[in-house]
């Protein structure tokens, strides 16, 4: 069975990084891209980046640029999301979900999200 | 604002048939597949549709999806009341550098 599982809640102050974990079971995990994406309370689904497992190879949405980070651990079928210069704005559930495609939204599997707080 | 343009909400009673579009534009849905996805309440979202208008094994075949050039649409038939959720379209965006976008979501409310 396919299961992505995430890390916890975390409560950041302003300024702070977040990061998160995402750890595979049930497939190869170096088969399927992972992407990123967040959910604003009472939002809508904004995409924040992929990663392709097997080298590592990065891209990013525009509007995170230089602030997200997403790396992946093989030995460990994990995958991780770092958010720096965390503003209250960043306040939203973070997905990971796993991608048959580099660059069609084709999202099959879901982890449970992890909800970041920040807050002063 | 969502690159991709969809009504806040819509309604419908039990059989009846429902459609949620999905606007969007030359970059994106005119040149790119189309997802879309189902968000039940303090729930991930689930693929409900890949490539315009195939389904996932175990989504029923009362959901359908359609795509002409740059809109496309999600068909609901035999509306049932645990089709009440949100509902997201998807597709990559080829401006910029690359980038997916989604629609705003539409609040299907089973009456």
Redesign the interface.
Known sequence: EVQLTQSGAEVKKPGASVKISCKVSGYSFSDYYM?W?RQAPGR????MGLLDPKDGET?Y??KFQGRVTITADTSTDTTYMELSSLRSEDTAIY?C?RNHDY??????Y????TLVTVSS | Q?VLTQPPSTSGTPGQRVTISCSGSSSNIGS??V?W?QQLPGA????LI??NNER?SGVPDRFSGSKSGTSASLAISGLRSEDEAIY?C???DDS??????????TKLTVL
Not at chain 1, 44 to 47: A, K
Not at chain 2, 44 to 47: C, F, M, V, W
């Open positions: 992407y994406v809508g689904l904004e995409w891209t949405a525009e997905y979900a660059q069609n939204p084709h999202l099959d879901w982890g449970q999200g | 969502s790119n597949y997802y996805y991930a979202p689930k693929l890949y490539t996932p997201y998807a597709a990559w910029l550098s690359g980038h997916v976008v989604f629609g705003g979501g």
